[in-house]
């Protein structure tokens, strides 16, 4: 008999819950806001088979493009040979969660916005905005002069 390849094949660790989370999901999932322009991550939530993305998908980051009742519209790009195709694929709410991959960048804008704003109530002082790799090491010289050679000693047996 031939391997069948479905559309949920080779799914088994991809689809399956974690350890105590098996089951319908809790009600926090449906009060989230969304909106066009957000980045969510698509985690397929195998409970809920309805509006299941194809399993490509699972794990991958995309940008909201419509917002409707029970799902979401995202526009994920997918890489096929040498080069990259936006896809536009229609996931339910419970096969989604909000991206935490540009949290950092938000938080380096929103410290950088908060320097300038204190440097224009205090004028006529520079701040560097860049960001420095920790404290230059002072320039320093090795003399040779000091090194020691040490021999080591003949290998015995003790008996």
Do not use: W
Not at 120 to 137: A, D, S
């Amino acid at each position: 008999m031939p391997r069948s390849n479905g559309k949920r094949s080779n799914t088994r660790d991809n689809h399956s819950r974690p350890n105590k989370l098996h089951g319908n999901p809790s009600n926090s999932i449906y009060l989230r806001n969304y909106k066009i322009g957000n980045l969510v991550d698509v985690v397929i939530n195998s409970a809920i088979h309805k509006g299941l993305p194809f399993k490509f998908y699972h794990g991958k980051t995309g940008k909201i493009f419509k917002v409707s009742k029970s799902s979401l519209g995202v526009n994920i790009e997918k890489t096929i040979g040498n080069r990259k195709i936006s896809k536009k694929v229609n996931v339910r709410i419970e096969h989604i969660q909000q991206s935490k991959s540009n949290i950092g960048f938000i938080e380096k804008k929103v410290s950088r916005d908060e320097i300038r704003r204190n440097q224009r109530k205090q004028p006529f002082k520079k701040i560097h905005l860049r960001e420095t790799k920790g404290i230059p090491i002072k320039k320093h010289v090795v003399s040779f002069k000091k090194i020691k050679t040490v021999t080591p000693e003949p290998y015995c047996i003790v008996i």
